[in-house]
C-alpha cells in the first residue's frame, strides 16, 4: 500500500509564489508516472500538471508557464513551484499517479488571498 503525503500550502498573496511536496511511501520501489490534481469549493478535482518516469511535462492551460512539476526518484518525492499566483488557483492540490491509481493523500490547502 502507497501512502501519499502533500506539503507546501499555505496562504499568499496574488503574485506571491508556493512551493509544493509530495512524498510517497510503503510498497514501491519507484515512482511512476506522477501528477498535482486541485479541487476548488464546489468544483470538481482537476488535473494541474503531470510529469513522467522519464521526465517529460505537461500543464493545465491555466498553469502554463506559472506553474512547474518536478521529481525527486530518490527521493520519491514529487513537487510543483506555483508563481505569479492567482485568486482563482486556490484549492486544495493532491499528488496521485496520472491514472490516479493510488490512495488519495489528505491534500496540502493553497489559499490566495490580498
Known amino acids: 500500500q502507497v501512502q501519499l503525503v502533500e506539503s507546501g500550502g499555505g496562504l499568499v498573496q496574488p503574485g506571491g509564489s508556493l512551493r509544493l511536496s509530495c512524498a510517497a511511501s510503503?510498497?514501491?520501489?519507484?515512482?511512476?508516472?506522477m501528477a498535482w490534481y486541485r479541487q476548488a469549493p464546489g468544483n470538481q478535482r482537476e488535473l494541474v500538471a503531470t510529469v513522467t518516469a522519464g521526465g517529460a511535462r505537461n500543464y493545465a492551460d491555466s498553469v502554463k508557464g506559472r506553474f512547474t512539476i518536478s521529481r525527486d526518484n530518490a527521493k520519491k518525492t514529487v513537487y510543483l513551484q506555483m508563481n505569479s499566483l492567482k485568486l482563482e488557483d486556490t484549492a486544495v492540490y493532491y499528488c496521485?499517479?496520472?491514472?490516479?491509481?493510488?490512495?488519495w493523500g489528505q491534500g496540502t490547502q493553497v489559499t490566495v488571498s490580498s
Open positions: 496521485n499517479t496520472i491514472r490516479s491509481s493510488w490512495a
Open positions: 510503503g510498497s514501491i520501489f519507484s515512482i511512476p508516472s
